[in-house]
């Protein structure tokens, strides 16, 4: 049996947020995507992402604080995962609105198409990270620390519990340094593999503090790989694969099912992998 969503739980436990005194009844900060091809200019690849063409015919609705996109590589879920920050106003290496550096312009043009309805209420914070551009991030937040008239950008070490500059720190510890420090209570966040950064207790950590940030009101859509991730209990799982985005369970997942099949059965899989070949 599905486990009580966010949007339930958190109205049962906080209350339905308010804007002017207008109930907004568990309203998330996006409740669908689609995509208008007709105003996506070029890349003509992206079209023949099969995920991807399907949200022009039918659109993908959330209906729970984390939704994670799940798929095998090149299935399109980083692609709009991307272009949904891009749309909302967030750089495309990473960071904040705020954040406007460019190191390689190397983004897709799907933004162009991305429709998005969006919630009454405007998140407190938001953010977009990715693990492989992150030491742009950290690049650009020790910048901003450097202008005349600003604070120095420092950031909690998760272990140590020290404020330090990013570049103080790990790439794992700086990427969950930001998450836990940059994140608010209704707050709206886009996460791209952020397992590639952390070990698997990281992860953990992770898990916790999303779910944290879920039962606060705040919104995640987050691409991964991670079976650990993947776990948390009341997230929707979206799959890119088989030509269509469809929902799955925890266990239909290729993440769970690979790593539990080679926990399960290592000696025997490595010697079927591993041996030689005549």
């Known amino acids: 049996r599905r486990a009580l969503s966010w949007r339930a739980r958190t109205m049962t436990a906080f209350g339905a947020r308010t804007i002017g005194g207008v109930m907004l009844d568990g309203e998330l900060f996006i409740s669908y995507v689609s995509i208008l091809w007709e105003l996506v200019h070029g890349d003509e690849y992206l079209r023949r992402i099969s995920a991807l063409a399907s949200l022009g015919e039918r659109s993908l609705a959330f209906d729970s604080n984390v939704t994670f ?11 709009l995962l991307e272009a949904m920050a891009v749309a909302y106003g967030l750089n495309a290496e990473g960071g904040t609105s705020n954040y406007t550096f460019a190191t390689r312009d190397s983004h897709s043009v799907l933004h162009e198409g991305i ?3 969006r919630g009454r209420l405007a998140p407190r914070s938001s953010f977009f990270l990715r693990a492989e551009s992150f030491y742009n991030v950290a690049s650009e937040a020790d910048r901003c620390s450097m202008r005349p008239g600003l604070p120095g950008a420092m950031y909690t070490n998760p272990v140590t519990g ?4 990013l570049h103080e720190m790990s790439h794992g510890e700086a990427f969950l340094g930001f998450i836990q420090d940059g ?11 952020p397992e590639a950064a952390l070990s698997p207790a990281r992860q953990l950590t992770l898990l916790y503090e999303m779910d944290q940030l879920a039962h606060h009101g705040s919104q995640l859509i987050v691409a991964t790989h991670s079976p650990i991730l993947l776990g948390l ?5 979206i799959s890119f694969d088989d030509g269509e985005l469809h929902e799955i369970g925890y266990e239909e997942t290729e993440s769970y099912q690979v790593t539990e099949l080679f926990i399960n059965n290592r000696e025997r899989i490595l010697h079927e992998l591993l041996e030689p070949r005549v």
């Open 69 to 79: 996109f799940v798929g095998e590589n090149g299935s399109g879920k980083s692609t």
């Open 233 to 237: 209990l009341g997230a929707r799982i």
């Open 115 to 117: 429709y998005m309805e």
């Open 162 to 165: 020290a404020k330090v500059p």
């Open 183 to 193: 994140s608010r209570d209704n707050g709206l966040y886009f996460l791209d593999e």
